[in-house]
Nanobody, 115 residues
Framework: QVQLVESGGTLVQPGGSLRLSCAAS????????MGWYRQGPRKPREWVAF???????KYTDSVKGRFTISRDNAKNTVYLQMNNLKPEDTAAYLC?????????WGQGTQVTVSS
């Protein structure tokens, strides 16, 4: 089993910045990719960004130029730097790890963008 623990979510004003972290632990055999999804109020879950092992980051259009995903392989941790946050970014942000066989999910960390 693999456990994912997210942190960093909080209330922030529009235009502000946050950095989310997701630490993976447990029986990590290999990682195809790690990434972030989000689910806003009354909205379906959507992917935000992911980083394939040895590959280039991918971003959904609405966050391009504002969010940056990165990974510390030694710590099995993935980060999401979020700049110029907008109210529509308000959501629970969930970490995802794909190990070529299973998809693992964290519990989520809440980001609220409001003045």
């Amino acid at each position: 089993q693999v456990q994912l623990v997210e942190s960093g979510g909080t209330l922030v004003q529009p235009g502000g910045s946050l950095r989310l972290s997701c630490a993976a632990s447990g029986n990590i055999r290999s990682i195809a990719r790690m990434g972030w999804y989000r689910q806003g109020p009354r909205k379906p879950r959507e992917w935000v960004a992911f980083l394939p092992t040895g590959g280039s980051p991918k971003y959904t259009d609405s966050v391009k130029g504002r969010f940056t995903i990165s990974r510390d392989n030694a710590k099995n941790t993935v980060y999401l730097q979020m700049n110029n946050l907008k109210p529509e970014d308000t959501a629970a942000y969930l970490c995802n790890l794909d190990d070529y066989e299973y998809n693992y999910w964290g519990q989520g960390t809440q980001v609220t963008v409001s003045s």
